[in-house]
């Protein structure tokens, strides 16, 4: 199974073949919360493929995959781990950089950062800082993954009005409920448009959530399995050891 290229809080690494094995046969595949893209990567291509996040670096970073992939992997030779480059990088203006330079800022932040976040410097006695980024077979089998998908970074309402039709299956892997985490809002707000929209689609869904009350009590008209995922300490600290989720179907 192909890996991501990132790592990335929430990303469904220890779930993912339980996902794939869940999901039913589709004429067209959409990921309304991209993230790193776990179940994507992993699972048999469909016959159409859409990805989608809202977070607009992380869609730039797969864009300069698919469509400049051998420029990055040029550039990302020259990069090596140094807390310097790491603060240069994190507080530069986006502005002022190409697509494919924010797309290497982008990789360098997740891949040098404490538990892929971004924001502190990761560094350790014990391991070495990350290699896959100087692997000449990095980016290559992400490119080609990438090659028949249509890329979007709209917000999930949107994509579930483009998309929606009877041969349509949604994977929905939304931040959790009441987790903060991600730079943009997704409150009860926005969980409820989500609710209200995947209740009435003409396609297929499947939705991945933490257990919570108030998710069980909204989708109690759908089937509801639930799963236990245990995380490795270093990568979520805040969801340490055991924890339970919930995988939400309407077939
Ligand atoms: C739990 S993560 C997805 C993890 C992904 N399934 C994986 O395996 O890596 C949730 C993602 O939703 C994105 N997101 C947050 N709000 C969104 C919105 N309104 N529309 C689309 N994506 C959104 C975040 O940027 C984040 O990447």
Redesign the pocket.
């Known amino acids: 199974m192909l890996k991501?290229p990132i790592s990335?809080m929430?990303?469904?690494s220890k779930l993912r073949k339980v996902i794939i094995e869940m999901l039913p046969e589709s004429t067209c595949y959409v990921e309304?919360?991209?993230?790193?893209?776990?179940?994507y990567f992993g699972k048999e291509p469909s016959k159409i493929e859409v990805v989608?996040?809202?977070?607009k670096e992380?869609i730039n970073m797969f864009k300069m995959i698919k469509h400049h992939g051998p420029e990055m992997e040029r550039l990302l030779k020259y990069e090596f781990s140094g807390r310097g480059i790491f603060e240069e990088y994190k507080n530069c203006t986006l502005e002022y950089l190409t697509d494919i330079n924010r797309a290497i800022r982008f990789l360098y932040l997740i891949n040098y950062s404490f538990a892929s976040k971004g924001d502190h410097y990761g560094y350790g006695t014990t391991t070495l800082p990350n290699q896959k980024m100087f692997k000449e077979t990095y980016l290559e089998p992400i490119r080609d993954r990438l090659q028949n998908t249509f890329v979007e970074s709209l917000?999930?309402e949107e994509i579930i009005e483009k998309y929606d039709r009877e041969h349509t299956v949604f994977f929905a892997?939304?931040?959790y409920y009441e987790t903060a985490g991600?730079n943009?809002e997704?409150g009860e707000k926005?969980q409820l448009i989500l609710f209200k929209k995947l209740s009435n689609i003409k396609g297929k869904f499947l939705l991945t959530i933490n257990d919570h009350e108030r998710i069980r009590e909204l989708y109690k008209d759908f089937n509801i399995k639930e799963v236990e995922v245990v995380y490795s300490v270093s990568r979520q600290t805040d969801a340490r050891g055991k924890y339970k989720e919930l995988i939400i179907t309407n077939y």
């Open positions: 991501p990335r929430g990303g469904k309304l919360f991209f993230g790193a893209g776990w179940v989608n996040d809202v977070d992380l917000s999930f892997d939304p931040p991600y943009n997704f926005e």
